[in-house]
């Protein structure tokens, strides 16, 4: 399987405690739920966090992008699909596109991620985690 072709999905559903007074969700959300995206993908591979760090391999966001499409209001179902751009060296992209439960695409994303071990200094990421995220079938 090559990157980008990997993409996985979660649905949640807006929290009121999500929303702004004007009952639109608060634009910081959507990079909490492009997380949830992320660790969600990585569990349904297979691959937690938890063990990498274990491993004594961190992974730091470098840059996030959201771009805002259309309002999300409290009680909407969103889904966000996350993609796997890049999963090598010491790179991890990842792309997200979070849809309401009409199909309206709100809000759609990227985050870039660098590999770092218990030195915090920067790795490539370990073959047996290459191996897992590109996995056939999972």
């Given at each position: ?55 004594g391999f ?49 809000a759609e ?30």
């Open positions: 399987m090559s990157e980008g072709t990997q993409t996985r999905n979660f649905t949640l559903t807006v929290r009121y405690a999500e929303t702004d007074a004007q009952g639109v969700v608060h634009h910081a959300n959507y990079l909490i739920w492009f997380e949830e995206g992320r660790s969600e993908f990585l569990r349904q591979k297979g691959c937690f966090y938890s063990d990498m760090e274990r491993d961190f992974v730091i966001v470098a840059k996030a992008e959201v771009h805002y499409r259309a309002p999300s209001f409290y009680e909407d179902q969103i889904t966000i699909a996350t993609t796997l751009e890049k999963g090598k060296g010491r790179l991890l992209v990842f792309s997200y596109k979070a849809t309401n439960q009409n199909g309206v695409l709100v994303g990227r985050t870039r991620h660098l590999i770092l071990d218990a030195e915090r200094q920067l790795v490539s990421l370990p073959i047996k985690y290459q191996q897992i995220l590109y996995q056939e079938g999972s």
